[in-house]
């Protein structure tokens, strides 16, 4: 476990060093749990529950 530790560490720190570097009236905008394909994007079946 120590290695997947270091590694969120780096994350979690690279992350910061990027907020504290952003320009005046820059955002930051967070995504969790999020699957996204920008240059090569996956055309497939989807679903979801009637009326939704």
Known sequence: MPVVE???NRRI???RRMMA???PGEVTV???EA???LF???IRLDWMN???
């Open 13 to 15: 720190a690279a992350i």
């Open 6 to 8: 270091s590694r969120k």
């Open 50 to 52: 009637r009326g939704q």
């Open 21 to 23: 570097a952003l320009a």
């Open 30 to 32: 967070y995504e969790d």
């Open 35 to 37: 699957d996204i394909h």
């Open 40 to 42: 090569n994007p996956k």
